[in-house]
């Protein structure tokens, strides 16, 4: 059994006595990593050149860095609040800077989206590698110490430990380690425990695993500021990509989604298809679509509220996922039984009866006569009542009024008596499975408020369970009704490849994780589509460019698994098309300004016959059509935060005004701007609390002068119309 520890510094004293000092340490991605463990071991190595330290992991959390004084002014105090004493890895800091110790290096698989892109150390050192195999290579690679975050509670008296936020290359990782511990290899396993962190049950509890556990560390100095992502602003841009895309889900199927924007955007029109339908379809209806997305939308999703619910499968569980949890959206319950999920999905209303006990019997699902297993499963489901038990070495069965008979389904008496313990609705459902979560304040507290039969309904498990169909295929497929994996990427090309994780120089933006392998799986699942939300441009310091490219230096999704494209301009179904098919349908959701040059380079590559011209209808794809279509949307209809926000009121208005300075100003033109900003007449007293927020209601010199007549400027053309 572990040996519980309250002091960081003891516990790597433990870890460097046990691995000898040459530590090649496995951490979680995102939220589990145990911070305060992992300075203290950093710090120690540091300063100790006779030590080594490996670290292998992804998604290393750091505060956000701002690129100027006007976005350090709208950062720092929003941090402060946001993140307060959240104890920031002091690995993470020297990558950053490329100041790592040489007797310490860092691995990871996927990076906090853009923040390493200037890390030569990080992109040296970057794995490349699908979610599903991070495990694999991470063991392969000698990891001789495991540390991870722990959520805690007392239940019926008795200390509980759960994996929480991630249990998804845990449980993947420990029988390997396990594997290797029994063969002689010293292995470590350190457990942190965080008090805040929501406790998850189900595969997520430690349950067999904690006699794995060495140390448990309960460091009240570790008690800091969990680690969030505030919600950000989404853009009329990806809302019209999220309406779209919620077209796309099928009533009764399942659904993964990513975190961000989009994904935001997604989970917003999906509840407004649910809860406001004449105004989802009034909206939709004023939407410039054609008839083959009409007919795609007809054959593949809907447009009418869920009847029968949708069923969760996401490596990430997200603050959109449990918002469909909460609106009884995401709410179609699988079984892990295959017996059982086959039949409810032939009957979602099934109930216990003893026609199923029969029908299951009589298929060869159950025996006759029921073994210890056989009735355990049954009670676990709420087939039959737990009071039912086996008696007299399993001939007979015992009722709870005294009554027993015999353990034969088949006899007349037993048939009758059974009717009286039967079940009064099937028990044990899963509604969402999940690998990892992360996400905003509000997101954590209210899955610590979770009710015992919610949070019993959400099950936090392997990510292979979930990314992948190999090895427990039969059920997956059975729950996986008409699955929809909708993800992101930046770019596409022309012949359908996306682009998501590295940028055309080599540089790696994110990471891989598990997109391919969601994309994969939707190729083998009966009824599955995959579904790739991608902006059609971007514009960067006044200059606006296409996301839908001819081609690119790398790829992230290849071209030959390409299937549904989601632009703000429409829906292109790639699967099982020409390559001439595909230009035709990728054009036909690109920005207009893009499109001559497009299609000039697929005629000239001799992929798209030189007489063809684009249809009329997808000529007008621009920005201004969409803005027009946005101001007659209606109140509600396209939010800037739909699922809440951690900014106040004013900190969203100056958001919105220093993203549209990133966006329309060059640095070369940031100053002629602000020269020209200078001489213009603002009424600034308009803009008060803007300016008080950013330090700038009484300028102090020319710099803070013509910061405030940039800011000013920003607000003026970002101000309601």
């Given at each position: ?72 002014r ?25 100041a ?78 396990k ?9 470590v ?48 841009q ?37 809860h406001?339908?004449?105004e ?20 593949e ?34 079984y ?44 676990h ?19 709870p009024?005294?009554v ?31 690998g ?7 997101f ?71 997109q ?11 009824g ?34 390409r ?16 390559d ?31 007489d ?48 549209w ?9 940031y ?30 010199g ?6 405030q ?13």
């Amino acid at each position: 059994m572990p040996q519980h520890m309250d002091n960081a510094e003891q516990a790597v004293d433990r870890v460097l006595e046990l691995t000898g000092g040459e530590v090649r340490l496995g951490l979680p991605l995102g939220l589990g990593k145990p911070n305060r463990f992992v300075n203290a071991l950093y710090q120690r190595v540091k300063a100790d050149r006779s030590l080594s330290l490996e670290i292998y992991t992804a998604l290393s959390l750091g505060r956000p860095g701002a690129g100027s004084d006007l976005e350090r002014r709208f950062l720092e105090p929003f941090a402060d609040r946001v993140f307060a004493d959240y104890e920031e890895l002091d690995y993470l800091h020297a990558v950053r800077k490329d100041a790592l110790p040489e007797n310490i290096r860092v691995f990871e698989f996927f990076f906090q989206p853009g923040s390493l892109l200037n890390s030569t150390d990080a992109q040296r050192h970057y794995i490349s590698v699908n979610y599903t195999h991070a495990a694999r290579d991470i063991n392969a690679r000698g990891v001789n110490v495991v540390a991870q975050l722990l959520a805690t509670r007392e239940r019926d008296g008795r200390r509980q430990y759960s994996f929480s936020c991630n249990p998804e290359v845990t449980l993947e990782l420990l029988p390997m380690l396990k594997a290797r511990r029994d063969a002689g290899e010293t292995i470590v396993a350190v457990g942190q425990v965080h008090h805040d962190l929501p406790f998850m049950e189900n595969d997520a509890s430690l349950g067999r695993w904690l006699p794995e556990m060495d140390i448990l560390l309960d460091d009240e100095q570790a008690q800091t500021r969990l680690f969030s992502t505030p919600n950000m602003p989404v853009s009329h841009q990806d809302h019209f990509i999220g309406l779209h895309a919620s077209t796309l889900v099928r009533d009764g199927g399942t659904l993964q989604i990513g975190i961000g924007a989009l994904g935001d955007a997604l989970v917003h029109h999906t509840l407004r298809r649910q809860h406001h339908n004449d105004e989802y379809r009034a909206l939709l209806g004023q939407l410039p679509m054609s008839d083959s997305q009409r007919q795609l939308i007809e054959r593949e999703g809907g447009v009418g509220p869920f009847q029968q619910g949708l069923y969760g499968c996401s490596e990430m569980m997200t603050h959109g996922l449990l918002t469909l949890i909460d609106d009884g959206i995401i709410r179609r319950a699988v079984y892990d039984w295959p017996a059982l999920q086959r039949r409810v999905l032939a009957d979602a209303a099934l109930t216990p009866t003893l026609a199923l006990l029969d029908d299951m019997r009589d298929s060869g699902d159950l025996p006759a006569r029921l073994g210890a297993d056989d009735l355990s499963r049954l009670r676990h489901y709420g087939i039959v009542q737990e009071a039912l038990t086996l008696r007299d070495g399993g001939d007979n069965l015992s009722l709870p009024n005294g009554v027993v008979v015999p353990n034969d389904l088949e006899d007349g008496a037993t048939r009758e008596a059974l009717k009286a313990v039967l079940g009064r609705g099937l028990l044990g459902g899963t509604v969402m499975h999940g690998g990892f979560f992360l996400g905003p304040r509000a997101f954590y507290q209210r899955l610590r408020e979770l009710d015992d039969d919610t949070r019993a309904a959400i099950n936090m498990t392997r990510v292979n369970y979930i990314n992948d169909l190999f090895g427990e295929e039969a059920i997956c497929r059975l729950q996986r009704r008409d699955a929809r994996f909708i993800n992101s990427a930046f770019s596409i090309t022309l012949l359908g490849a996306a682009v998501a994780d590295q940028l055309d120089d080599g540089r790696v933006l994110s990471g891989v994780g598990g997109q391919y392998n969601f994309v994969a799986q939707a190729h083998e699942l009966a009824g599955a589509r995959s579904i790739l939300m991608v902006r059609a441009w971007r514009e960067r310091g006044g200059e606006a460019q296409s996301n839908v490219v001819f081609s690119y230096p790398h790829n992230t999704i290849p071209r030959h698994l390409r299937d549904i494209v989601v632009t703000e301009y429409g829906v292109a179904d790639l699967r099982g098309r020409s390559d001439e098919e595909v230009v035709m349908a990728t054009l036909n959701i690109t920005d207009s300004r893009f499109q001559a040059q497009l299609l000039k380079q697929a005629q000239e590559a001799g992929k798209l016959r030189r007489d063809y011209q684009i249809p009329e209808p997808h000529r007008h794809n621009t920005p201004e059509a969409l803005q027009r279509l946005a101001a007659r949307a209606g109140a509600g209809a396209l939010p800037s935060f739909p699922l809440g926000s951690d900014f106040t009121n004013t900190e969203q208005r100056v958001l919105e005004a220093l993203t549209w300075l990133k966006a329309k100003v060059s640095q070369k033109e940031y100053l002629k701007l602000g020269r020209k900003a200078l001489f213009q007449d603002y009424h600034a007293e308009r803009y008060g609390e803007e300016l008080a927020r950013m330090g700038l209601a009484d300028p102090d010199g020319l710099r803070e002068r013509l910061y405030q007549r940039l800011l000013l400027t920003a607000l003026e053309a970002t101000k309601p119309r």
